[in-house]
């Protein structure tokens, strides 16, 4: 691939359509590097803390030792060594197979996770691939495959995105919750007519191009900021107060506020006037919860 290096492959094998098939390889889509992360420092002596596995009643235990458990009843679980995963360890076919074509309205997005970009590896598969990526595109269809990675057996669907594809692999049935435990006790509110009709006023005011780069993390940013600022020696606050809950009984004086201030001004922009900062307010204690389970 000449000009810019994606790095290392998270994967390399092959894509197999029928009987037309061509290596490719597999590289995240997204950087998760891109967050600010921190170390547990000890500030008596500067130094990253190691985490040791600890007994509660033999103390400090080698990592080597340990056995994996799943928890089946309060305090009890059931013990996997190493060998109990290989029984049921994939082998890794290094192939994508695709099973089937969709339409791409017909998956629901709360099953779409995360995203993988799909290129030729070798000079020699890219016309193969091509002929995948081109009869997909005229087809209008998502394709249903699947891809045993790091031992387990994900499902994926395939877009054609520019000149190459995206893979995203697919949450399964059991891990996508019913919404309808979480919708049914909404009450049935007819909204007023003319609150819907000011509020479609202003979807109307507020439509833009899909920008992404746009978007920013605020906390991020904060974090950032203030860790330029402690490398110079200085100090830095940002205060982030949260927005306040709108007050049902002004809706509607909301949302005529809001239809006005979307209006984009026709004059010159002023510059806003430099108000003091507002003190962070103290942050509220936490309410101790049980442990509960990862869904």
């Known amino acids: 691939m000449p000009g810019r290096t994606p790095g290392r492959p998270l994967w390399q094998g092959h894509l197999k359509l029928s009987l037309v098939t061509c290596p490719v390889a597999l590289y995240p889509a997204t950087n998760s590097s891109a967050h600010v992360s921190f170390h547990l420092i000890n500030p008596d002596t500067n130094n990253r803390i190691r985490m040791v596995p600890t007994d509660p009643d033999a103390g400090p ?3 080597s030792d ?3 458990g799943y928890e089946v009843s309060k ?3 059931v013990l996997f060594s190493d060998a109990d995963f290989d029984k049921v360890r994939l082998d890794s076919t290094r192939t994508i197979g695709i ?3 969709v339409d791409v309205a017909d998956i629901d997005r709360v099953y779409w996770d995360a995203p993988f970009y799909v290129v ?3 000079g020699v598969g890219v016309e193969a691939f091509a002929v995948i990526r081109d009869a997909m595109k ?3 269809k998502v394709a249903i495959g699947s891809l045993v990675l790091r031992g387990r057996e994900r499902q994926l669907a395939l877009e054609v995105r520019d000149k ?4 995203w692999s697919l949450r399964s049935h059991e ?3 019913d919404a309808d435990d979480y919708f049914d006790d909404i009450p049935s509110v007819k909204a007023d007519k003319d609150m819907v009709e000011i509020a479609g006023r202003i979807i109307a005011q507020k439509e833009a191009p899909f920008d992404p780069s746009k978007f920013v993390d605020r906390y991020d940013d904060a974090l950032r900021a203030m860790i330029k600022a402690k490398q110079k020696g200085g100090k830095g606050v940002v205060a982030a107060p949260e927005p306040d809950d709108t007050n049902v009984i002004d809706l509607m004086a909301a949302l005529k506020n809001s239809l006005k201030g979307a209006a984009r001004p026709t004059a010159k922009a002023v510059a806003p006037k430099k108000t003091a900062a507002k003190k962070a307010a103290k942050p509220a204690a936490r309410k101790k919860t049980s442990a509960g389970k990862a869904a």
């Not at 190459?164 to 893979?167: P, Q, S, T, V």
């Open 120 to 122: 030729p590896d070798q």
């Open 175 to 177: 891990e996508v919750r």
């Open 164 to 167: 190459g594809l995206i893979a």
């Open 61 to 63: 235990v080698e990592r």
């Open 99 to 101: 099973d089937q074509f």
């Open 75 to 77: 305090d009890e679980y």
């Open 66 to 68: 340990l056995v994996k």
């Open 138 to 140: 005229s087809a209008g």
